[in-house]
């Protein structure tokens, strides 16, 4: 079997990993890739972004399976453009892919098939979205439409605050045209819940749980991040919890699915906040997460690729779905100015022990590094996710760290805290205060 993967970061490394692993994969290629997947696959020099050079390259190499990682792609259409040539990908078509496109679709979905979620109004207007925050109760939450690599979210605790953000997203335009519209969604209190599902056209069938750290730094403190690190499993995930979930936000989902007509065969991935009414959707990502794919596919027994292609069957009904009862916990590594502007081009040095923890415990997903002239360097802003795995989140807390200590670069930077307050004793109920790693994020 020959497969394409799309992307170039932790997340497309640790894809590859996990097709690695299938003796039935003979083949895999990526496209960016970094110097981490060129270990694996074979790297094409394709942005992720170019659908046109994709399309004519997959039409050359004729993969069986394609799985894109990153949401721009699949938003962009990639799925329907590969499927004028019969060829499979693992993931949504263009118009299911607005999921995550817009936030202002994605709410009148949720509003449309009573799904919990936040009060929220969309605008176009800066001044009228400036007149509605006045009078809406505070804290608010102010999003950015479309597309912002997870950064185009504020909270506003005050009238200042949210007039500053409606400015920098509607007028500066600091997430370029995602700004175009804006949300203003009232404040959730509760712990926020990573939810992963697989869709086809007739079922979906829940793949996982974790938490993630959106902050760039300890205590949840500073500006938002694509993501600062991960772990699972949750404490919260109950099979009371579980069904709930299920039946409020999954299962109407894939039914907003059949009723929308959306062609969705794919992970699907529900930002949820639980709060003590219940869960609560924040947000829907079209895509495996990041870091979050990162913790969980060290879990799967089942090979990635036959999951992917029971998918794209519409086969997930005779799918046997095996998960290892492990416990992952996922750092990431920063660039030095992440995430305003990183420094690019520090050399890196990794250790001999890197990506093999104590009783292959751990490994070290690559993200935004490149070779030049045999020398690896740093070429983004998340550089790598050390991760570890063992049978409780205190022993796959010291694998991850262990893989960090295997990575030297200057200004590398990264979260001390990724999964501190769990690891020493299990989270309570609702009623207690949440801990701040597991506080409120937009």
């Not at 969980?296 to 029971?310: C, D, F, K």
Request: proline share 7%; charged share 20%; with cysteine.
């Amino acid at each position: 079997m020959k497969v394409l993967v799309v992307g170039g970061g932790s997340r497309e490394h640790a894809l590859c990993w996990s097709l690695r692993q299938d003796p039935s994969v003979e083949k895999i290629y990526v496209a960016p890739g970094n110097a981490g997947t060129a270990l694996l696959a074979d790297n094409l020099p394709i942005a992720a972004a170019d659908i046109d050079s994709l399309v004519r390259h997959a039409r050359e190499l004729r993969p069986d399976l394609t799985v894109v990682g990153p949401e721009a792609p699949l938003c962009a259409g990639i799925v329907d453009a590969f499927g004028r040539h019969n060829l499979p990908v693992f993931g949504p078509a263009r118009r299911a892919a607005q999921l995550e496109g817009s936030k202002v679709w994605m709410k009148e979905i949720a509003q449309r098939y009573g799904i919990p979620t936040a009060e929220a109004r969309s605008f176009d207007d800066p001044r009228e979205a400036i007149a509605f925050s006045r009078g809406f109760p505070f804290p608010q939450v102010i999003k950015a439409d479309g597309l912002a690599s997870g950064k185009g979210v504020f909270i506003a605790t005050d009238f200042t605050q949210s007039r500053h953000a409606i400015a920098a997203l509607m007028e500066r335009r600091l997430y370029g045209s995602a700004g175009h519209r804006i949300l203003i969604e009232a404040f959730l209190e509760g712990v926020e819940l990573s939810a992963f599902a697989l869709f086809d056209a007739k079922q979906y069938t829940v793949l996982g749980f974790a938490h993630d750290y959106k902050r760039i730094d300890d205590g949840d403190r500073g500006p938002n991040t694509g993501g600062m690190g991960a772990f699972l499993p949750s404490p919260l995930v109950s099979p009371s919890l579980l069904r709930q979930i299920e039946q409020s936000i999954f299962s109407r989902l894939h039914a907003a699915c059949l009723g929308e007509k959306l062609d969705y065969r794919g992970v699907l991935y529900a930002g949820l906040m639980m709060t003590r009414e219940g869960p609560f959707l924040l947000e829907i990502n079209v895509r495996f997460g990041d870091p979050e794919a990162q913790v969980l596919l060290p879990t799967l027994g089942t090979p990635l690729s036959e999951i992917a292609r029971a998918v794209c069957r519409d086969d997930l009904g005779d799918l046997r779905l095996i998960r290892h009862p492990l416990s992952v916990v996922g750092v990431v590594i920063a660039a030095s100015g992440y995430p305003d502007n990183p420094r690019l081009g520090d050399p890196i040095t990794i250790s001999e022990s890197a990506g093999s923890g104590a009783d292959r415990q751990g490994t070290l997903f690559h993200g935004a590094t490149k070779r030049d002239q045999g020398s690896l360097q740093v070429a983004g802003g998340r550089v790598f996710t050390a991760v570890g795995w063992g049978d409780h989140l205190a022993e796959a807390r010291r694998q991850a760290y262990a893989q960090v200590d295997t990575v030297s670069f200057p200004g590398m930077h990264f979260r001390k805290d990724i999964a501190a307050f769990l690891a020493g004793r299990p989270v309570g109920d609702l009623s207690a205060d949440p801990p701040a790693l597991l506080s409120h994020r937009p």
